[in-house]
C-alpha cells in the first residue's frame, strides 16, 4: 500500500514510516533536503506551484499516486479538506466528522464540563462580554484572558485581549498560570495509551521565537517526576474520557498547561486537542524506541501496545529545538548540515523570511537543563553559520 503524507511539515512522521518500512510519498510547505534523502517529497510550492494552504494540500493530493493518506498539521483545522481526502482515498486518521467535534471549543468544553476535565475557561465570539471586569471577577479573579484563532496552531496568533469584540475566527481563553506541556497518546476509538509527555519551549528567544510561539519540546515532562505518577494517572484519565467521548483513532496529541491546585497538588489543564501526528512524538521515537506511525496504524486497526509510561520517565531528557530565522536571510551550502545531525534542512541557497523556521536541532542531557543547554548551543552554532553566509555575501 502506497501512503501519501499531507501536512505544513511532514519530515518527521515520514522518517517515522518509512523506518516501519511503508512506501511513502510526502508533500508539504518545505520539501527539505534530509527529507527527500528517504522518501519521495513534493514542496507545495517550490514543486507543485501550489498555494501553501490546506487547500493547496488538498488540491496536491489529486496530483499523486497513492492508495491511503495520512495527515499532520494543519489539517485537523479544515475538516471540509479532510471530507475531501475520504471520498478519494482510504483515509489514516481521524475523519472529518470528529475532527468537527473535538477542534470546535464550544463542543469540547461542554465535554469537559460534564467530565470534570480542568481546562481554562474558554469565551466564544458574542461572549467576551462575561470577561470583562466585574463580570468574571469571582470565577477568574485578577488574570488574563488571551485571544487566539480558532484554527489554532504552534501559538501562532495568540496575544493577550485587550477588549476588542471577537470575529469568528477568534475565542477568548484565560491565561493559566503553569508550565507548557504536550501528551502524545494512541488510541483504537474506545481506549487509549499515553506514550509521550513533555515540556513545551514556548517564546523562546534563544531560538529566535517570541511570545507564544511554540519553540520545540523537551521529554520527559520533568515535573511528572515530582509526585509518584499522580500526574501522569490524571492525563491518563483525561485522554481516555477524550478518546471515548469523540471516538479518537490512531496517534493524537493534546495541549495542556500543568498548574497548581489550591491544595499544592499539580494540575493538567487542557488547552486543546490535536487529532493527528504531533511535533513532539519524535522524541518518544527517538527517547523509547518507539515507531509512531507503526503505532499510529496499531491504534487504526483497533489494537493497543502495552504500553507502560511510568518506568520510562527516569530515563534522561531528549529536546528538539525549531530555529527560527531572526531577519530574513539566504542559506549558504547546507550539505553539512545533514551530516551534523540536523533535521529540516533547507536548500542551498534558499532564502528564509524573518520568523520562519530555518531547520530543527537536537539535544541529549542527562537533566532538562542539561539538555536545554545542549539546544541552546546548538541553535547558537546555526545562527553563527548563517551570519558567516551572511556576511560574505553583504560584507
Avoid at 42 to 60: N, S, V
Avoid at 104 to 118: K, Q, S
Avoid at 211 to 219: A, E
Wanted: hydrophobic residues 40%; contains cysteine; aromatic residues 6%.
Amino acid at each position: 500500500m502506497r501512503i501519501l503524507l499531507l501536512g505544513v511539515s511532514t519530515r518527521a512522521p515520514a522518517e517515522s514510516a518509512v523506518g516501519d518500512g511503508q512506501d511513502i510519498v510526502a508533500v508539504d510547505y518545505f520539501g527539505d533536503r534530509d527529507q527527500m534523502r528517504v522518501v519521495e517529497t513534493h514542496a507545495l510550492q517550490r514543486d507543485l506551484h501550489l498555494p501553501l494552504t490546506a487547500e493547496g494540500l488538498g488540491q496536491a493530493a489529486k496530483l499523486m499516486r497513492a492508495d491511503a493518506v495520512a495527515y499532520s498539521a494543519n489539517l485537523e483545522n479544515h475538516p471540509e479538506v479532510v471530507e475531501e481526502l475520504e471520498r478519494e482515498r482510504v483515509l489514516l486518521g481521524n475523519g472529518h466528522d470528529v475532527l468537527r467535534e473535538v477542534r470546535d471549543w464550544g463542543t469540547l468544553r461542554e465535554f469537559c464540563r460534564e467530565a470534570g476535565i480542568p481546562h481554562p475557561v474558554t469565551l466564544l465570539p458574542g461572549e467576551e462580554g462575561r470577561a470583562l471586569p466585574g463580570e468574571m471577577g469571582r470565577a477568574f479573579p485578577g488574570g488574563r484572558w488571551l485571544s487566539k484563532p480558532v484554527r489554532s496552531g504552534g501559538g501562532h496568533g495568540i496575544r493577550p485581549w485587550g477588549g476588542e469584540p471577537l470575529d469568528q475566527s477568534h475565542i477568548l481563553q484565560a491565561e493559566v498560570k503553569g508550565r507548557a506541556a504536550s501528551v502524545a497518546f494512541v488510541a483504537n476509538g474506545r481506549d487509549s495509551r499515553v506514550f509521550g509527555l513533555t515540556e513545551q519551549l514556548v517564546g523562546r528567544g534563544e531560538f529566535g521565537a517570541s511570545g507564544f510561539t511554540w519553540s520545540g519540546n523537551i521529554l520527559p515532562l520533568d515535573l511528572a517526576l515530582r509526585d509518584g505518577g499522580l500526574l501522569l494517572r490524571r492525563i491518563e484519565e483525561m485522554v481516555a474520557r477524550l478518546t471515548r467521548r469523540f471516538g479518537l483513532r490512531g496517534v493524537n496529541g493534546a495541549d495542556l498547561i500543568v498548574g497548581t491546585e489550591p491544595s499544592g497538588a499539580l494540575c493538567p489543564y487542557l488547552v486543546e486537542v490535536n487529532p493527528r501526528y504531533s511535533a513532539s512524538m519524535e522524541l518518544a521515537e527517538r527517547a523509547y524506541g518507539i515507531r509512531v506511525f507503526s503505532l499510529h496504524l496499531e491504534g487504526l486497526a483497533g489494537r493497543l501496545p502495552e504500553i507502560s509510561l511510568g518506568g520510562r520517565l527516569h530515563e534522561g531528557f531528549v529536546g528538539k529545538a525549531i530555529v527560527y530565522a531572526k531577519h530574513a536571510v539566504t542559506v549558504g551550502c547546507t550539505d553539512e548540515w545533514m551530516e551534523q545531525g540536523i533535521r529540516d534542512v533547507p536548500l542551498s541557497g534558499q532564502r528564509i523570511e524573518a520568523g520562519h523556521p530555518v531547520c530543527t536541532v537536537f539535544a541529549e542531557g542527562h537533566d532538562k537543563q542539561g539538555c536545554l543547554d545542549g539546544l541552546v548551543l546548538r541553535a547558537a552554532a546555526r545562527y553563527r553559520v548563517i551570519e558567516h553566509e551572511r556576511e560574505k555575501c553583504y560584507g
